[in-house]
């Protein structure tokens, strides 16, 4: 069925270290990859997207890679700062037409100043 | 403002009640979705409008929720005799077309009680 597994469900890091997001997917024929951020009491915010015509793509200091092979794509936040602590999730299109997301369960992620 | 619009920003209502939540999408943008997401969870979705009309509502839980849309404007979800696990908040995002990056307002948080 439609799936998509994030990992971890938590994530702690230091000030000025690196957090990977992963996750995973069940529909090969899946096209478009957003990332999404959600502070307490808001909306999901996109912060990166990805399609599966290419492998990586950067934005400061924030990254996504896809291997459409093992199907799965990752976040990478590079040199955290305390107002990157948020819920990120990570979202699928799948092979329908409609556009609808399939979204992760999420990864609370707290960077300690 | 440009951004998706919801309204009520919180509702609380009692049992076996109707509510109606709305959302005003970004101005050009057809296509319009609806997710709900209880609380620590990930988005689920429910219905996506193509214009005012609706070619996925393969995730309305119940018959008890329907929505429209008018033109490429606002949209209102219904939920008839509300039950207590219908409390979550129900976001709206909108698409400048199908399968370009949606963009989500803040959500109805609604309580059922």
């Known amino acids: 069925g439609e799936n998509v597994e994030q990992h971890p469900s938590t994530l702690s890091v230091q000030e000025g270290d690196s957090a990977v997001i992963k996750c995973t997917y069940s529909?090969?024929?899946?096209?478009?990859f957003p990332w999404y951020k959600q502070e307490l009491g808001k909306g999901p915010q996109l912060i990166i997207d990805?399609?599966?015509?290419?492998g990586e793509k950067k934005d400061q200091r924030i990254a996504v890679t896809l291997n459409k092979t093992a199907k799965h794509f990752s976040l990478h936040i590079t040199e955290t700062q305390p107002e990157d602590s948020a819920v990120y999730f990570c979202a699928a299109i799948l092979s329908s037409n409609t556009g609808k997301l399939i979204f992760g369960q999420g990864t609370t992620l707290q960077v300690k100043p | 403002g440009a951004g998706v619009s919801q309204s009520p920003s919180n509702k609380v209502t009692e049992k076996g009640k109707d509510v109606e939540l709305r959302c005003d999408p970004i101005s050009g943008h057809t296509a319009l979705y609806w997710y709900r997401q209880r609380l620590g969870q990930g988005l689920e979705f429910l219905i996506y409008?193509?214009?005012?009309?609706?070619?996925?509502k393969s995730g309305l839980p119940s018959d008890r929720f329907s929505a429209e849309r008018t033109g490429e404007s606002v949209s209102t979800l219904t939920i008839q005799r509300t039950q207590q696990e219908d409390s979550a908040v129900y976001l709206c995002?909108?698409?400048?077309?199908?399968?370009?990056?949606?963009?989500f307002g803040d959500g109805t948080r609604l309580s059922i009680l």
């Open positions: 409008f193509q214009g005012n009309s609706a070619p996925d």
């Open positions: 529909d090969s024929a899946s096209n478009y």
């Open positions: 990805i399609r599966s015509n290419v």
């Open positions: 995002a909108s698409s400048f077309s199908e399968r370009a990056p949606q963009h």
